[in-house]
């Protein structure tokens, strides 16, 4: 364990945002069958509010100069933040490749940057699965968090020896390549598995607000939970949000970064995907009080490259955002294998 203390370390944590409940007056689908966890219905498609959009007008390769074991590796789930000195860091999964043995499911590594392109990539992995069986068959998808006092928090979903159940932990240290194991921070239950892709922040009164992904109903979701601190305990709220049946989201849904810069309305680039896994990246814009939704996306911000099969992975997925000189910088990672940024425009 880290030598702090759970709740002095939620003390510490840099920035805050807020998440809410789904917007009043939604019009559910009637033909839905309601989620098994939450009894929530599936939403319908409607017209956004014309007074916010995005605009994509610079898409860039992320580069990763490192070992060769790194290299050699896939790589996704690009989480990435500024230090005070300007150095951007980054956490990453990388898997093995197709072609070689499945030996986990991932592990973390970090990295260094003076531009928020070209990362110098750690020697030795921050993250790797084990010793204890919980998260034995591999570590995935890092949430960074920097603490005042330098230090650092780590959400991970760490995958069992079976290597298709897993829930969400973190680990706590002075910098990414001395972290220590703290635990689970949301376990998976029987009927909400794989909680999985942390998106945290905190309240006006202190409180922490967890999304996270579940599993249920062969599908992927979106939770929300509110704790005392960066661990829990956790105390479930309503569903922020729910697939559309008639659009691009209408099966899958992941959480993705918040963008904060304007307090007034705090946005989420999330994940949804058809039932065939066909991940895109879309927005979704809540009040100040992060209470109600006030606007959504009704075509996808971000698709993957055409590809020549149609059998090929056919996924964006997004990571982190961040604000560099004025600039808003997604990044997110391409057919689960390859990382990218794109410089936004909110008009």
Same mark, same amino acid.
């Given at each position: 364990?880290?030598?702090?203390?759970?709740?002095?370390?939620?003390?510490?944590?840099?920035g805050?945002?807020?998440h809410?409940?789904?917007?009043d007056?939604e019009?559910?689908?009637?033909?839905?069958?309601?989620?098994?966890?939450?009894?929530?219905?599936?939403?319908?498609?409607?017209r956004?509010?014309?007074?916010?959009?995005?605009?994509?007008?610079?898409?860039?390769?992320?580069?990763?100069?490192?070992?060769k074991?790194?290299?050699?590796?896939r790589?996704?789930?690009?989480?990435?933040?500024?230090?005070?000195?300007?150095r951007?860091?980054?956490?990453?999964?990388?898997?093995?490749? #197709?072609?070689?043995?499945?030996?986990?499911?991932?592990?973390?590594?970090?990295?260094?940057?003076?531009?928020g392109?070209?990362f110098?990539?750690?020697?030795?992995?921050?993250?790797?699965g084990?010793?204890d069986e919980?998260?034995?068959?591999?570590?995935?998808?890092?949430t960074?968090?920097?603490?005042?006092d330098?230090?650092y928090?780590?959400?991970?979903?760490?995958?069992?020896?079976d290597?298709?159940?897993?829930?969400?932990?973190?680990?706590?240290? #002075?910098s990414?390549?001395?972290?220590?194991k703290a635990?689970?921070?949301?376990a998976?239950t029987?009927?909400m598995?794989?909680?999985?892709?942390?998106?945290?922040?905190?309240?006006?009164?202190?409180?922490?607000?967890?999304?996270?992904?579940?599993?249920a109903?062969?599908?992927?979701?979106?939770?929300?939970?509110?704790?005392?601190?960066?661990?829990?305990?956790?105390?479930?709220?309503?569903?922020?949000f729910m697939?559309?049946?008639?659009g691009?989201?209408?099966?899958?849904?992941?959480?993705g970064?918040?963008l904060?810069?304007?307090?007034?309305?705090?946005?989420?680039f999330?994940?949804?995907?058809?039932?065939d896994a066909r991940w895109?990246?879309?927005?979704?814009?809540?009040?100040?009080?992060?209470?109600?939704?006030?606007?959504?996306?009704?075509?996808? #911000?971000?698709?993957?490259?055409?590809?020549?099969?149609?059998?090929?992975?056919?996924?964006?997925?997004?990571?982190?955002?961040?604000?560099?000189?004025?600039?808003?910088?997604?990044?997110?990672?391409?057919?689960?294998?390859? #990382?990218?940024?794109?410089?936004?425009?909110?008009?």
């Amino acid at each position: 364990m880290s030598e702090h203390p759970i709740r002095d370390l939620a003390d510490k944590v840099i920035g805050a945002f807020k998440h809410g409940a789904p917007e009043d007056g939604e019009t559910p689908s009637v033909a839905s069958r309601p989620d098994p966890v939450t009894g929530d219905v599936k939403e319908r498609v409607s017209r956004t509010s014309e007074t916010l959009d995005f605009n994509v007008e610079d898409i860039q390769g992320v580069c990763l100069r490192g070992p060769k074991v790194l290299l050699d590796r896939r790589h996704m789930s690009p989480f990435v933040w500024q230090e005070p000195d300007g150095r951007f860091g980054i956490m990453l999964r990388a898997v093995p490749a #197709l072609d070689q043995p499945q030996t986990d499911t991932g592990q973390i590594w970090a990295g260094w940057s003076h531009d928020g392109v070209t990362f110098d990539m750690l020697e030795q992995p921050s993250l790797v699965g084990g010793p204890d069986e919980d998260d034995i068959g591999g570590v995935e998808d890092p949430t960074v968090l920097r603490c005042d006092d330098g230090s650092y928090v780590v959400y991970y979903t760490g995958v069992a020896a079976d290597m298709a159940h897993g829930e969400l932990f973190y680990a706590s240290g #002075l910098s990414p390549d001395r972290l220590t194991k703290a635990g689970v921070a949301l376990a998976s239950t029987k009927s909400m598995g794989n909680t999985k892709e942390a998106t945290v922040g905190r309240t006006a009164d202190g409180h922490w607000r967890l999304f996270y992904e579940y599993a249920a109903d062969q599908a992927s979701r979106i939770g929300l939970a509110v704790g005392p601190a960066v661990g829990g305990p956790w105390e479930e709220k309503p569903t922020p949000f729910m697939p559309r049946e008639d659009g691009w989201d209408n099966w899958h849904l992941s959480t993705g970064p918040m963008l904060m810069d304007d307090p007034d309305r705090p946005i989420m680039f999330y994940n949804g995907a058809t039932r065939d896994a066909r991940w895109r990246i879309g927005w979704i814009a809540f009040d100040r009080a992060c209470r109600h939704v006030v606007d959504r996306c009704v075509q996808p #911000l971000l698709t993957p490259p055409p590809t020549s099969d149609r059998t090929d992975t056919d996924i964006a997925f997004a990571a982190s955002v961040i604000v560099d000189q004025g600039e808003v910088w997604l990044y997110y990672s391409l057919e689960d294998q390859r #990382l990218s940024r794109a410089r936004l425009r909110q008009t």
